[in-house]
């Protein structure tokens, strides 16, 4: 059984940072990543990582303040959010792939988590 459990969410100030962590078990995935929703708006992709290898994609938004990495042997991804602003604020997701094709699509997720908020204030 998939499980995707976030955590690491919190309130900061603009410019702050915090670090999302993201404990996965039941499955290989091919592919994990990182999206956000904020109320009213479309969920969005922020990263996403080829498992055990270091190929990533970032949405524009975040290039240069957010990295995303992983710990095979702990089976964890992480979020390293810096220089946060307060369009940052939405709650953010976990998820994960078993497809063929490394995308940052949310589509292409077959597995998520429940999310953790995150609230950036100015």
């Known amino acids: 059984q998939a499980q995707l459990v976030e955590s690491g969410g919190g309130s900061v100030q603009a410019g702050g940072s915090l670090r999302l962590s993201c404990a996965a078990s039941?499955?290989?995935?091919?592919?994990m990543g990182w999206f956000r929703q904020a109320p009213g708006k479309e969920r969005e992709a922020v990263a996403a990582?080829?498992?055990?290898?270091?190929?990533?994609l970032y949405a524009d938004s975040v290039k240069g303040r957010f990295t995303i990495s992983q710990d095979n042997a702990k089976n964890t991804l992480y979020l390293q959010m810096n220089s946060l602003k307060p369009e940052d604020t939405a709650m953010y997701y976990c998820?994960?792939?078993?497809?063929?094709?490394?995308?940052?699509?949310?589509?292409?997720?077959?597995?998520w988590g429940q999310g953790t908020q995150v609230t950036v204030s100015s």
């Open positions: 998820a994960a792939s078993t497809g063929p094709v490394f995308t940052i699509a949310p589509r292409d997720y077959n597995f």
């Open positions: 039941g499955y290989h995935y091919n592919f």
């Open positions: 990582i080829v498992t055990g290898v270091s190929s990533t």
